[in-house]
């Protein structure tokens, strides 16, 4: 059984930065996809950003030009930079995994946003 752990979530302000890190179980490559969600209060969860297995990146338009997505194949950890943090960005934040169909899910790391 895959395991995702996130973590690198806090408090910071308005326009500060962010590094979420999701460290897997098994080589992030035997992954056909692997991106980031994200959950605020009272809505529903959402797709923030994504890389395939040959290094495609794709953004929400939400995000895009704040948030950069990586990985790092030596420690099997996804990451997602964010940057130029805003309120709305407050949310709980979920790294996802996919091979053959299966989908796998972290538990979620805090993002608040506030001054």
């Known amino acids: 059984q895959v395991q995702l752990v996130e973590s690198g979530g806090g408090l910071v302000q308005p326009g500060g930065s962010l590094r979420l890190s999701c460290v897997a179980s098994a080589s992030i490559f035997s992954f056909d996809a692997m991106g980031w969600f994200r959950q605020a209060p009272g809505k529903e969860r959402e797709w923030v950003a994504g890389?395939?297995?040959?290094?495609?990146?794709n953004y929400a338009d939400s995000v895009k030009g704040r948030f950069t997505i990586s990985r790092d194949s030596a420690k099997n950890t996804l990451y997602l930079q964010m940057n130029s943090l805003k309120p709305e960005d407050t949310a709980v934040y979920y790294c996802k995994a996919q091979s053959r169909g299966t989908q796998y899910w972290g538990q979620g790391t805090q993002v608040t946003v506030s001054s």
């Open positions: 890389i395939d297995r040959v290094g495609m990146r």
